[in-house]
């Protein structure tokens, strides 16, 4: 069946890089685009940025040159790189599979804090 | 950005009592290629990632009971749901993947009385 899991450090340091892996099973990479999607606690939900089945990527201009997505096609895998991070920047961070334009699968999420 | 303006923030019902639970897009998300809303709504239980519950507006995500209706076009959206059950108790929330970037709304708080 169709999952997601994401994974990482739950605490980075201001200034730091946070990088995260989406590992994927149930689909292949090629065949669908899975994005990031980041929560803050008790608020909404924010689109990051996306990694086409194509390679491709997109992002949100919220993150301006912040952020990068990139894969690993050959361990379903798809990595977030996001730098200069603030405490703003705490939140759960999300990896879902796209399908149409809406998320039909989502990971667990993983909880991120920045704090020194 | 297309912003996506979600009310109320909270409401407070009874089981088996309905709710309404309203979504306004700033511009259509009604696709004229495919006469397609692109508008989903999801459910967030407390711990948990979000759930598909519905696409296109009114299109039931597979295995979502069909208390849960979906409705409207253009730029005018509501979520539906009949029989409230306890298990519904969740934050709920509307995207638009209609245009990059994608964008949801504030989110709505269901308590059972």
């Known amino acids: 069946q169709v999952q997601l899991k994401e994974s990482g450090p739950g605490l980075v340091q201001p200034s730091q890089t946070l990088s995260l892996t989406c590992t994927v099973s149930?689909?292949?990479?090629?065949?669908?685009?899975v994005h990031w999607v980041r929560q803050h606690s008790g608020k909404s939900l924010e689109w990051m940025g996306r990694?086409?089945?194509?390679?491709?990527?997109s992002y949100n201009s919220a993150f301006t040159s912040r952020l990068s997505i990139s894969r690993d096609t050959s361990k379903s895998q798809v990595f977030l790189k996001m730098n200069s991070l603030q405490t703003e920047d705490t939140g759960t961070y999300y990896c879902?599979?796209?399908?149409?334009?809406?998320?039909?699968?989502w990971g667990q999420g993983v909880m991120v804090t920045v704090s020194s | 950005d297309i912003v996506m303006t979600q009310s109320p923030f909270s409401l407070a019902v009874s089981e088996g009592e309905m709710v309404t639970i309203n979504c306004k897009s700033s511009?259509?998300?009604?696709?004229?290629?495919?006469?397609?809303?692109?508008l989903a709504w999801y459910q967030q239980k407390p711990g948990q990632s979000p759930k598909l519950l519905i696409y296109?507006?009114?299109t039931r995500q597979s295995g979502v009971p069909d208390r849960f209706i979906g409705s409207g076009s253009g730029t005018d959206f509501t979520l539906t749901i009949s029989d409230v059950q306890a298990e519904d108790l969740a934050d709920y929330y509307c995207l638009q993947h209609y245009s990059y970037p994608l964008t949801f709304g504030s989110g709505t708080k269901l308590e059972i009385k």
């Open positions: 990694m086409w089945s194509d390679g491709d990527t």
């Open positions: 511009q259509s998300l009604l696709s004229s290629g495919n006469q397609k809303n692109y």
């Open positions: 149930g689909f292949s990479l090629t065949s669908y685009s």
């Open positions: 879902a599979r796209n399908l149409g334009g809406r998320f039909d699968y």
């Open positions: 296109y507006a009114s």
